[in-house]
């Protein structure tokens, strides 16, 4: 397998350390993974895994202004220039695919239709970044605004979302990723069919839980056939309601879907917490439950330190442990974490868009400090 699962093996921290998804948007024309970026990912290959930054699987999936593709063969290209510069420099990394679903506006969809999910539902106060002037990424300057409401995707028209997926996964591969890592939290378009307050079909898609799952089944069989399972990882958001996404039993909800990709044998599950102030705190009976339907790689991410880290990787939780922000500012962080550095403070001002300032501009530890 490509991905062995960690828990097996004898690492220490730094090398169970993940660089979980992050919109930068600093995509070049076209939706293509520029030379910045290429730098930006390669300075973090430190990390035992890099995931690459969400990335849309065609046109119609994309839900902010300045987000890469990986549907056309330049954008392909240009993500091969990513993964080659991770590789030079000894890292390893998959691609977020992402369809936004209902997370978009007009202004971002072909020929300005609406954005689709499983239901036309509004999810009031969610916002989507655009570019209303045209002025691109590197003048950093957008515009938040609610997202546009959606309609129903029609029975006839998912399985050509599924074969998008699949097709993005091997575009994936072809770009010189070492994996796909599917984008099922955070209110995008698989959270949109598996959350049952997002998703209010009465057909083969909607209503019971296995109906809820199916559109998720269906786009992991569809990539794993194409890619194989050992390149396959899947991230879900068990109690997060980001994006408007709310289950009513999340907990049966996601550990029926940790048994089904089990059952289908995907690499890892990466699992997002809560990491918001005063947002819910995910059980450990629920994190152990999930250990027991689910036997590869469990990853965790959501606000962790080095002590949070330390403990769910020392009871079995977790395999990995994803650190997001603090890898925005800290290039060499598993580093700064081994051995403790301070560690750099990231510029929100510069997280979305613009050129190298707040991107890769971030200095390393010093050499004299180095081991």
Known sequence: MLFTPYRLGALTLPNRIVMPPMTRSRAGDGNVATALMAQYYAQRASAGLIVSEGTQISPQGQGYAWTPGIHDEAQVAGWRSVTDAVHAAGGRIFAQLWHVGRVSHVALQPGGAAPVSSSALLADGVKVFVDPQGRGPQGGVGEMVQHSLPRALALEEIPGIVRDYAAAARHAIDAGFDGIELHGANGYLINQFIDSQANARTDAYGGALQNRLRFLREVVEAVVAAIGADRVGVRLAPLTTLQGAVDDTPQATYLAAAHLLDGLGVAYLH???????????????????LRMVYRGTLIYAGKYTVERAEEALSKGWADLIGFGRPFIANPDLPLRLQQGLPLNAPDKATFFGGAAEGFTDYPVAKAAVVA
Do not use: G, L, Q
Request: no cysteine.
């Open 271 to 289: 699992i997002a917490e809560a990491d918001w102030d005063d947002a819910p705190v995910m059980p450990v009976a629920f994190k152990e439950a």
